[in-house]
């Protein structure tokens, strides 16, 4: 069985090499493979020098890297962590064996800090709020969606239609394995505070936004019924805000003076009617998408 340690890394060279030592201790028979993501220190040296596999993708962005890397290294089981020294390399052999053992596509390693600066201000709530969402929209089994460590079969591996750019994907893995209803397990695993002198290249906000957008696109595309549908009941009830007076004055005089209003009442029922419409229609289409993803995804081998 060939495993393949991917690490995705940007300016990470006060990490990646201890990162790359640690994931070598841990598997001493996979290949690891960092993806130089143009940085601007010597990242790149010092993960050769600890003897990874170096390759680059200069197009910027997480989501690109691990497109870049999904596409071109070839193994039956695949260890994604990040090159930030934060996870925790001595849990991949249980992660793998339980992966192999039980046929799953997907392991991911739940964070459980080891150190209260381990996570920043606000992404606790945040990954608790973006981790429920796509929950509720989508049924994840996860609790820790946005897990950078993940274990993954082949066929997982190589079903994935990315899309996503930046911090994204972490949520698009987490909703094509839901899409999928690919056999997954999570366990936790000890999640640590980066090493001196290293900086995040998360923005709380900014990628906390981007995530979210992430979230409605995908829900827009695999669920436009429940997108659609949400839209028309809004304009339903704005619709009946509306209404309300206008009902209210012909009852007390036979008479609408407010027709303005009446106009606008009845506009809004037929646009929530077409969103209704094309709710009904897209998730037709959708479907279809998802049956002949569902097949592909079939034909390959689980681990």
């Known amino acids: 069985m060939k495993v393949a340690v991917i690490l995705p890394c940007y300016n990470e060279e006060g990490a990646i090499g201890k990162t790359v030592a640690d994931f070598r201790a841990a598997l001493p028979g996979a290949d690891i493979y960092v993806y130089d993501n143009n940085s601007k220190d010597r990242t790149a040296a010092v993960a050769a020098e600890a003897g990874a596999i170096v390759r680059s993708e200069p197009m910027q962005g997480k989501g690109h890297v691990v497109r870049r890397q999904f596409a071109d290294v070839e193994a039956d089981v695949y260890v994604m962590a990040d090159g930030d ?38 992404h606790r709530f945040g990954n608790w709020l973006l981790t ?30 990315f899309t996503a750019r930046g911090f994204g994907i972490e949520t698009e893995l987490t909703i094509h394995m839901a899409r999928m209803m690919s056999p997954v397990a999570e366990v936790p695993t000890n999640y640590k505070e980066r090493p001196a002198g ?106």
């Open 132 to 161: 429920s969402t796509v929950r509720f929209f989508f049924n994840s089994p996860f609790e820790d969606m946005l897990t950078g460590y993940r274990v993954m079969s082949r066929r997982f591996v190589k079903s994935v239609p």
């Open 85 to 122: 020294d934060t996870y925790e390399a001595g849990a991949a052999p249980a992660m793998i064996e339980r992966l192999v053992a039980e046929k799953l596509d997907m392991v991911a390693g739940k964070r459980i800090e080891t150190d209260s600066a381990a996570y920043r201000r606000g």
């Open 198 to 303: 290293t900086v995040s290249k998360l923005n709380t906000y900014r990628d906390g936004w981007r995530i979210l957008m992430t979230i409605g696109k995908l829900v827009r595309l695999e669920r436009p019924l429940v997108f659609y549908g949400l839209i028309a009941i809004a304009l339903v009830l704005a619709s009946l805000l509306v209404a309300i007076p206008v009902f209210g004055e012909f009852v007390r005089t036979s008479r609408v003076q407010s027709v303005p209003s009446a106009v606008l009442s009845a506009s809004l029922i037929v646009l929530a009617t077409l969103s209704a419409m094309a709710g009904l229609i897209l998730d037709a289409v959708t479907k279809g998408r998802w049956e002949t993803k569902r097949l592909h995804y079939l034909g390959l081998p689980p681990p």
